[in-house]
């Protein structure tokens, strides 16, 4: 069996805001292979702006809606009191806010996505619109692109690993 190592990313150092700003606006290439062909597709990442209107709907970093609460249900005391997490009403609006919140990042961040019905701004009419199109896989690996948005950390030498060698 061969084994192949991965050479460390190039470190690019970057000394003007403006550099920083140029590298977040370049587009993401998301790859998949569909049919034995590789896909290539264009996506962005959100301004913080666009972020915040994403999490305002259902915030993938906290795992949780903004604006949905599951039932309180009444216990014999205030104490006691509890919320029902697995009622099926609310896990069906959840998951219904998790696919606004996911067809918004890709209609924001994906220009081909957007180019085949532009203008629109209703949450509603953009998660209709995003989950008639493409296929689920697909979909996900859109949203998961445009949420990382291309970034990673780089180990820090000295502090949580030993040193890469050159040689």
Avoid: W
Wanted: proline share 7%; hydrophobic share 35%; aromatic share 6%.
């Amino acid at each position: 069996m061969e084994t192949t190592t991965q050479n460390p990313p190039q470190v690019m150092r970057i000394e003007s805001l403006a550099e920083l700003q140029a590298r977040c606006e370049r587009p993401i290439a998301v790859r998949f292979v569909l049919d034995g062909q590789v896909i290539e597709v264009p996506v962005r990442r959100l301004s913080p702006a666009e972020q915040e209107k994403v999490d305002q709907v259902y915030d993938f970093a906290e795992n949780r809606s903004r604006e949905l609460r599951p039932p309180l249900v009444k216990g014999r005391t205030p104490e006691e009191d509890r919320y029902d997490y697995n009622n099926e009403k609310y896990q069906a609006e959840l998951e219904k806010l998790k696919r606004s919140a996911r067809a918004l990042a890709i209609y924001t961040g994906c220009s081909a996505v957007q180019a085949g019905k532009p203008g629109l701004s209703n949450r509603d009419e953009i998660r209709d619109y995003v989950q008639g199109i493409l296929t689920e896989h697909i979909l996900n690996i859109l949203h998961l692109n445009i949420m990382a948005g291309g970034l990673d950390v780089a180990e820090r030498v000295n502090f949580t690993s030993p040193p890469v060698s050159d040689g």
